[in-house]
C-alpha cells in the first residue's frame, strides 16, 4: 500500500517552509529546496518619498492621496503567492497527497485566497498560529493534535 504523503506548510508574512510526514510513528522531515524567505520591509522602503497631493476643486486646500492598498501587505501577498505557486507545481507533479496549513491567523485568511481549489481539497487541518521559529523537534509536540506523527 503506498503511504500517504502529507505536507505541512508553516508560515508568517516573511518565512515559510514546508515538512513531509510519510505516515504514523515517521515524524517530519524537512523538504529541501521548500524553504522561503524575504526581507521585512516598510512602508517607506516600498514606496516614494512622499505621497501624491492634489488641490482641492474649489479653495486653497491640498491633500495627500492615499494608496487603495498598504505596501507591506502588497510585499506580503506576492510572497505568499510564490510560495503558493511553489506547492501548486508540486502538486501537480503528484509529489503529495495531503495538506496541513500552519500559518499566523492573519496569513491563514490570505492563503485560502490564494490556494487552487484542487489543493483546498486537499487541506486536512489548519492551525491558526505562527510556528514558523520552531524546529521540527518541536513543531510536533504542536502539531500531534491535527496529525499522527
Do not use: C
Not at 511553489?86 to 492563503?111: H, Q, T
Request: charged share 25%; proline share 4%; no cysteine.
Amino acid at each position: 500500500m503506498k503511504p500517504i504523503r502529507t505536507w505541512i506548510l508553516i508560515a508568517n508574512g516573511t518565512r515559510a517552509r514546508l515538512v513531509l510526514n510519510d505516515g504514523p510513528g515517521h515524524g517530519i522531515k524537512a523538504l529541501k529546496g521548500l524553504a522561503f524567505g524575504t526581507e521585512a520591509v516598510s512602508a517607506k522602503d516600498l514606496t516614494g518619498d512622499r505621497q501624491g497631493r492634489v488641490s482641492d476643486s474649489a479653495g486653497p486646500g491640498r491633500h495627500a492621496l492615499e494608496s487603495k492598498h498598504h505596501p507591506e501587505d502588497l510585499h506580503r501577498q506576492q510572497f505568499l503567492r510564490e510560495v503558493v505557486d511553489a506547492i501548486a507545481a508540486k502538486y501537480n507533479a503528484g509529489e503529495f497527497d495531503r495538506l496541513i496549513v500552519v500559518a499566523s491567523p492573519k496569513v491563514m485568511g490570505e492563503l485560502r485566497a490564494f490556494i487552487p481549489d484542487e489543493i483546498q481539497q486537499t487541506i486536512t487541518a489548519e492551525v491558526a498560529k505562527d510556528l514558523t521559529h520552531l524546529e521540527n523537534d518541536e513543531l510536533i509536540k504542536h502539531l500531534s493534535d491535527v496529525v499522527a506523527l
